[in-house]
């Protein structure tokens, strides 16, 4: 499958180039010129304090397969000893990691703080004089519903941190441009669009960890979308502080590219088991619904027996291992075009995530100007697949079939009857089509024989707007004795059939 470009599209930004492409999501490649490596994305960074490490950096390359990881400047620049080792040494030996490194810059401690005493070029330079492969700005991480204002105020501090950033000499390291604007989507998209108008590469999505705390994945899709829609197709986007792998398939299929995690080591330490499906706490756990070396070595019990640092560093390796299966897993997806299959049944695990899902489909026509015209084959797998992409494309190029005077839709046999001059077919949740599309994706779909009012209600959308578009033809509509709320949905002047009332 290859990757399809859409028409006028501005030539890719250096550093990053897409592979392949599925509803939003995609696989990339970052090129981090510093550590004279090419990323894979979907990507996980796992993040490493330079104080206490649970796993080493090295057991992360080694064992886990981290390519990049990500730790925090601000706390190397603010302890001795640390500070001239990594000054002298460089932040690669100083970590003993093989692959690339990016740093963050001590905004979180800002925020949690409220001042912290460096500047935006200070620790620029600083981490420019360690070694960092991508380094990080200042930026003011605006929390979820502070008023409009603040969120204004603050983006506009975070601009100029950024516009600044982009002036500092920081040779060939990498250098983020966060995208703030809190819970507003329209400054989310300013921010967005403002961020890629600067030399930086990187765009981490930031300030999502509190919507994430308190399970407003709903909340957390629209600033992602809001952000997507400035930065435009080729930016390499991360999100910022998410690591719980329950929501990286619906984060990938918004667009997200990179993710930290320090789930894997904060959730260990209160003995919390990561699965894709949420978190368990270990004392609840009878079974381990996992194969890691972790899992198949140990029982629950035998976890629960061990000292308290090494339980926590066998759940931290048990967490990461999940976490990069998750990683893999969605990479498999979009190469195999079922991305939003994966999304849908990650959807199940939670209520929240559920959410996430429904308003990630409300954003159904951003993902499908990325989404690719063809992939290996459509699974109605719940309702919500009525409101997929690939269904919204399917509506949108009614427009360019040729509709005859008089034309048949019906869900049974075609018409022989000269009554017509033609007879299409209607498929839920696509709607009509001439049967000449049959073969063509999307229409080859696997769909349930029991059929739900959803893919009704789409398929008579389908119909409405085919007739709308064309006011000179007329339409009979065949069906199978669809539900009169759903008939309602088609325009009146269409002559509706049932076909089972004719059957009985
Ligand atoms: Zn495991």
């Known amino acids: 499958m290859t990757y399809v470009r859409r028409d006028n599209t501005p030539p890719m930004r250096d550093c990053f180039e897409l592979q392949d492409t599925d509803a939003g999501g995609r696989i990339g490649e970052l090129t981090v010129p510093r550590a004279n490596r090419t990323i894979e994305t979907p990507a996980l960074l796992p993040v490493i304090n330079p104080n206490l490490d ?131 989507p329209d400054l989310r998209e300013e921010a967005g669009r403002h961020a890629e108008g600067t030399g930086l590469d990187v765009f981490p999505v930031g300030a999502v960890v509190p919507l994430m705390n ?31 792998p329950m929501m990286f398939a619906l984060a990938v299929a918004m667009g997200c590219d990179l993710f930290d995690s320090a789930a894997y080591a904060l959730y260990a330490r209160d003995d919390r088991y990561l699965t894709v499906r949420g978190t368990r706490h270990l004392e609840d756990i009878e079974y381990l619904p996992c194969s890691c070396p972790v899992c198949l070595d140990h029982t629950p019990d035998e976890l629960r027996a061990l000292p308290d640092d090494e339980r926590e560093s066998e759940l931290a390796a048990h967490n990461l291992h999940v976490t990069f299966a998750e990683i893999r897993r969605i990479k498999q997806a979009i190469r195999a075009g079922n991305l939003l299959e994966l999304v849908d049944e990650r959807a199940r695990g939670h209520p929240a995530m559920l959410d996430g899902y429904r308003a990630m489909l409300d954003h159904a026509a951003q993902l499908e100007r990325t989404d690719p015209v063809s992939k290996g084959s459509f699974f109605y797998t719940s309702h919500e697949s009525a409101r997929r992409p690939e269904v919204v494309r399917h509506h949108q190029r009614l427009d360019r079939l040729a509709v005859p005077d008089s034309l048949l839709l019906t869900e049974g046999e075609s018409s022989s009857s000269d009554e017509f001059d033609d007879s299409w077919r209607i498929e839920p949740p696509f709607g009509p089509f001439p049967r000449a599309l049959s073969k063509s994706y999307p229409l080859t779909a696997e769909v349930p024989d029991r059929t739900d009012r959803s893919a009704l209600e789409a398929a008579a959308d389908g119909v409405a707007r085919l007739v709308e578009t064309n006011p000179e033809s007329e339409f009979t509509l065949a069906h199978r004795s669809w539900p009169a709320g759903v008939l309602d949905r088609v325009p009146d002047r269409v002559e509706v059939v049932d076909l089972r009332a004719d059957q009985v």
């Open 214 to 244: 308190e399970y407003r994945y709903d909340d957390m899709v629209d600033a992602i979308a809001g952000a997507k829609r400035g930065l435009g197709a080729d930016a390499p986007v991360h999100l910022f502080g998410a690591g719980h």
């Open 54 to 184: 649970t796993i080493s950096p090295r057991r992360l390359a080694d064992e886990f397969g981290a390519e990049i990881l990500i730790t925090n400047s601000y706390i190397i620049y603010g302890t001795d000893g640390i500070r001239e080792q990594a000054l002298e040494d460089g932040l690669h030996e100083l970590l003993d990691f093989p692959g690339a490194i990016m740093t963050d810059s001590g905004s979180f401690q800002l925020s949690e703080y409220g001042e912290i005493d460096v500047t935006t070029e200070e620790i620029l330079e600083f981490q420019h004089a360690i070694g960092s492969d991508i380094g990080t700005p200042i930026d003011i991480p605006t929390p979820p519903d502070v008023s409009r204002e603040r969120a204004e105020q603050e983006l506009a501090t975070t601009q100029e941190r950024i516009e600044l950033a982009d002036r500092v000499d920081t040779g060939e390291m990498l250098v983020n441009a966060p995208v703030q604007g809190s819970t507003y």
